[in-house]
């Protein structure tokens, strides 16, 4: 079963608010990712979480923050967000972290408006 | 520096035509990794290939083919028979072995469009 799952799928949010992201994984895999993509340009690396600890943070503003409670979750913490921050994010996760042979497997994404 | 290039912004074919997607890469590591992505409209990006350095060999999948070539750095796909359902954004990234954490540097993308 190779299958991310993301929720919401869609969500609007103000500029005061806060709210999460969830991505959830059954496929073992020990690595997890989040992106994001604007339209007609290719995904964004932001996090990566290699073994339930966070390895790469590609500069993100804090008003962005990630979560790896265990090794099959993901979430991805939002606050005080801008415009320029709605896009679709997406999450993936590969078998083990650290390596990059491993294929990455992608959710089907969070398309977010920040208003 | 590594860099995948996808010089094809967007393809127009008719249903049963065959296409190809061109994919340029460069990378100073001598291990490293390809892939081939598929995005439809509903947003999900599709794995469909990864191939290493050292496997040069081509692969065929069903109506989908690559050609790997070292010698000009490039790793394109090639629809046969093309469908509408095949309609859709494809990426091309590399991960080099070098690289902790599975990076992966993905091309600007080629917007396939398929109409009947």
């Known amino acids: 079963d190779t299958e991310v799952t993301q929720t919401p799928k869609h969500l609007v949010m103000g500029m005061t608010n806060k709210k999460s992201l969830k991505c959830e994984q059954h496929?073992?895999?020990?690595?997890m990712y989040w992106y994001k993509q604007k339209a007609k340009k290719p995904p964004e690396l932001m996090f990566v979480?290699?073994?339930?600890?966070?390895?790469i943070n590609e500069s993100v503003p804090s008003r962005f923050s990630p979560e790896c409670p265990n090794s099959s979750l993901l979430n991805l913490h939002l606050h005080a967000l801008q415009p320029e921050d709605s896009a679709l994010y997406l999450c993936?996760?590969?078998?083990?972290?650290?390596?990059?042979?491993?294929?990455?497997?992608f959710g089907p994404g969070t398309r977010l408006t920040v208003t | 520096a590594q860099k995948v290039t996808q010089a094809q912004t967007e393809i127009s074919v008719v249903e049963k035509e065959d296409v190809t997607l061109d994919c340029v890469y460069e990378?100073?590591?001598?291990?490293?990794?390809l892939f081939w992505y598929k995005q439809p409209p509903s947003g999900e990006l599709v794995f469909l290939i990864r191939?290493?350095?050292?496997?040069?060999q081509n692969e065929i999948s069903g109506r989908y083919s690559w050609n790997f070539q070292k010698s000009t750095s490039s790793f394109n796909f090639t629809i046969t028979a093309s469908q509408v359902v095949d309609s859709a954004v494809y990426f091309c990234?590399?991960?080099?072995?070098?690289?902790?954490?599975?990076?992966?540097?993905f091309g600007q993308g080629t917007e396939l469009s398929v109409k009947p």
């Open positions: 993936a996760s590969s078998h083990e972290g650290g390596y990059s042979s491993y294929e990455q497997y």
């Open positions: 496929m073992g895999h020990r690595a």
């Open positions: 979480y290699s073994y339930e600890k966070l390895s």
């Open positions: 990378t100073r590591d001598t291990t490293y990794y």
């Open positions: 191939r290493n350095s050292f496997d040069e």
């Open positions: 990234a590399l991960s080099e072995a070098d690289n902790q954490g599975g990076k992966l540097i």
